[in-house]
């Protein structure tokens, strides 16, 4: 089912598959900015990734002596949510876990996910709630997928990102092999980079201490700028094809609460690079913004 929000600025589509975003179109310049969900190149749009963020080392991990095999990103962007409210220009979905996923999940849960406009952005809140009798460990993601180019007559070239960078921190990169996460140091000069295809030969680039991205032409000045302050990391990706030498017409603006596992993990989920933990009880909330230009 596909539930519609909208405002002055912005109509959103937002499928209760995932609670995934589907789509996003500026009423005033009628641009649609997110990816298709063509499965030529990718078939998802804008996946909420739980419990975990990336690939798991073997698709596995180890928990109180026992192993669990999990997939690349978890389950949640494949659960059914309910609307547990929604006015024009919100909505709340909503799902709890229910013993559904104890063979691959040993955790109770119930995950908010809360959408809302304000002007030309779409705000996006997640709550987690630990429904358990001990602490659980977890990782969450965002994946949308933005549309480059925007414009028949633009080319991937003509977009850049643009890094606000956290304040008084220094931006580690990161690179994946084998999907795995190796650390490469500190990123110097981070302020800008200019889309092309080659950038996502060895699959995403992964940042900490990033605040802000934004994808825009530098032609029409369209874009859209992902602001995540706090977010622990950030990943950007477009599906590359190695016999055409091509990214995908899309790229992904990705702030993640987790990463994929580190090349020498020792596999205990509690001992997981990135990893999130959460007291009995206990909420987990976070929140970033999507502004459309």
């Known amino acids: 089912m596909i539930t519609v929000i909208e405002n002055e600025w912005l109509k959103v589509e937002i499928a209760s598959s995932g609670a995934e975003v589907r789509k996003v179109q500026h009423k005033e310049t009628e641009l649609d900015y997110m990816w298709t969900g063509d499965k ?41 949510f309910d609307i547990k409210e929604k006015t024009d220009n919100a909505v709340t979905f909503a799902t709890q876990s229910d013993g559904r996923f104890l063979d691959v999940f040993p955790y109770e849960f119930s995950a908010i996910i809360h959408y809302s406009l304000q002007g030309d952005s779409l705000l996006v809140r997640w709550e987690i709630v630990n429904d358990n009798k001990e602490v659980m460990n977890f990782s969450i993601g965002a994946h949308p997928a933005f549309r480059v180019p925007l414009l028949d007559n633009e080319s991937v070239e003509d977009y850049i990102l643009y890094f606000t960078p956290a304040e008084n921190k220094d931006v580690m990169e990161y690179e994946l092999k084998d999907s795995l996460i190796h650390e490469k140091g500190t990123a110097n000069d981070i302020a800008s980079i200019q889309l092309k295809d080659s950038l996502f030969v060895n699959d995403a680039l992964v940042y900490s201490h990033i605040d802000a991205i934004k994808v825009e032409s530098n032609k029409s000045n369209h874009g859209v700028e992902v602001k995540f302050k706090n977010f622990p990391f950030v990943g950007i990706w477009s599906n590359y094809s190695q016999s055409e030498g091509t990214m995908a017409p899309f790229v992904c603006i990705e702030p993640w609460y987790g990463i994929a596992d580190t090349y020498n993990t020792t596999g205990r989920l509690n001992e997981k690079f990135g990893i999130n933990k959460l007291e009995a009880g206990e909420t987990f909330q976070a929140e970033y913004e999507m502004k459309f230009t």
């Open 40 to 80: 030529a190149y990718w078939g998802r749009v804008s996946p909420v990734l739980f419990p975990i963020v990336g690939r798991l080392k073997n698709d596995e991990y180890e928990l109180n002596g026992k192993t669990y095999a999990l997939n690349q990103h978890g389950f949640l962007r494949d659960v059914n």
